[in-house]
Nanobody, 115 residues
Framework: QVQLVESGGRLVQAGGSLRLSCAAS????????MGWFRQAPGRNRTIVAA????????YYTDSVKGRFTISRDNAKNTVTLQMNSLKPEDTAVYYC????????WGQGTQVTVSS
């Protein structure tokens, strides 16, 4: 059973930065496209960013383009989301998964951006 463990979320003021990290328990990670998702209260979980297995190509939803950067370290089975210029609307629980959400969800990490 694959396990995903997200970390790095906390309360931050608008305009601030956070770096989220996700560790995967399987070596399959190294050949799998990964994504970061978020779910705000009362809303569906949506994808925020994705990265191919090699890291050679990335995707960002429009609302985070230019502010968030996804990266990965296949040697450590980790995927990272650098979040800059945070806005209150970025407040959500953030999760990582395959880009198609094919693995069991982890517990997520709470990001709260105060105005």
């Amino acid at each position: 059973q694959v396990q995903l463990v997200e970390s790095g979320g906390r309360l931050v003021q608008a305009g601030g930065s956070l770096r989220l990290s996700c560790a995967a328990s399987t070596r399959t990670f190294r050949t799998t496209a990964m994504g970061w998702f978020r779910q705000a209260p009362g809303r569906n979980r949506t994808i925020v960013a994705a990265i191919t297995w090699s890291g050679g190509s990335t995707y960002y939803t429009d609302s985070v383009k230019g502010r968030f950067t996804i990266s990965r370290d296949n040697a450590k089975n980790t995927v990272t989301l650098q979040m800059n210029s945070l806005k209150p609307e970025d407040t959500a629980v953030y999760y990582c998964n395959t880009d198609r959400a094919g693995w069991p969800w982890g517990q997520g990490t709470q990001v709260t951006v105060s105005s």
